[in-house]
């Protein structure tokens, strides 16, 4: 599908940058006309991706985080968010509801609300070498537009 407009963001795996990479993409997306549900569906999967990121990519140190956001042909939003971490040595078991590598005060539910909100989750992750989530999500078009 043709790509109609893009943003690339790069930042360290701080986790104050989580908000930053939640509010440009809901600025990004609003090019669209969202509704103020699909706005905070969006701001609510971002968030999981990059928190996947920081959190469980560098346990133990600070990584680059790379978010890339789309337009596609027909009002799609795509967002990719990468990273080159430790990477996830069982994709299927991690997208698992409740599994996580993280502490007790992690719920082990980000892939399942990142699947929850958009309209498809694709995750790929290679061990040592980081993880790719890939999400999109149809923007209702409105009267009017």
Known sequence: ????????????????????????????????????????????????AVTNAIVHAYPDRLGKIVKKLRFRAGNELEIVVKDWGVGIADVEQARTPLFTTGSEERSGMGFTIMESFMDTLRVRSTPGKGTTVTMRRQIARRLGR
């Open 1 to 48: 599908m043709k790509v109609e407009n893009y943003v690339t963001l790069e930042f360290s795996s701080r986790s104050a940058n989580e908000g930053f990479a939640r509010t440009a993409a809901a600025c990004f997306a609003a090019q669209l006309d969202p509704t103020l549900e699909e706005i905070n569906d969006i701001k609510t999967a971002v968030s999981e």
